[in-house]
Structures are given as structure tokens and as C-alpha cells.
């Protein structure tokens, strides 16, 4: 299994999607799953935008699966209510590390 290229915390280092995150949690969501998996940016805006609380750990746990990166469910919830911003930073990085993948569970 993989590991996250960047940490939780990493966001200092990449401002642009530290401050996408921030600014439009929801397109930043929407922008790292639909470069992963090729789905529609509108679509998963809006469902990160209308049901924010099920997108997050979902889109998460979608993108880990993809890349086949260590974790668990429960990491993605917690990560997601917690740390929102900071989890999409990071989904953002690492989609923008590693490109699109051949695999997408949603």
C-alpha cells in the first residue's frame, strides 16, 4: 500500500491549493476528484456544495482507493469534519502528484 506524497499539514507549502481550498471548498473537492477519475467537475461541485458532510470522507476515501493509499474510512470522516481544508489541500496535491488513475470507485 501507498502513503499520502504530502502530509495533512503540508498546505504551508503549496499556497495555491491551501488558498483554493479555503476560499471554494467545494470546487477544490470537485477540481481533485474529477482529475483522478475523469468525472464531471459541475456534478461533484454540486454534491460537495449540497451534502458537504457525506462529499468530503466520500470523495476522499475514493481518491486513497484510486491510488491505493493506506487508511481507513473512519481517517477519511475524521479527516473531512475536522480538517476540511486541510484534507482537500491535500487531495489536490496529491491528485496534481500523481495524475489521473485507471480506477475509481464512485
Known amino acids: 500500500m501507498a502513503t499520502w506524497s504530502s502530509g495533512l499539514f503540508d498546505f504551508i507549502d503549496d499556497t495555491n491549493s ?3 481550498s479555503f476560499v471554494c471548498t467545494p470546487c477544490a473537492l470537485a477540481s481533485a476528484k474529477s482529475h483522478v ?8 461541485c ?3 456544495t449540497l451534502i458537504p458532510c457525506i462529499a468530503s ?3 476522499r476515501h475514493s481518491i486513497r482507493t484510486s491510488y491505493g ?3 481507513s474510512l473512519t481517517e477519511d470522516c475524521a479527516s473531512g469534519a475536522f480538517c476540511s481544508c ?3 489541500s491535500q487531495l489536490l496535491r496529491e ?12
Do not use: E, H, V
Request: aromatic share 22%; net charge positive; hydrophobic share 35%.
Open 95 to 106: 491528485a496534481q502528484a500523481r495524475g489521473p488513475s485507471t480506477y475509481s470507485m464512485f
Open 46 to 48: 454540486l454534491i460537495s
Open 69 to 71: 493509499i493506506k487508511g
Open 57 to 59: 470522507p466520500a470523495y
Open 18 to 20: 491551501c488558498l483554493y
Open 37 to 44: 477519475d475523469g468525472s464531471y467537475w459541475f456534478f461533484n
Open 86 to 88: 486541510c484534507s482537500t
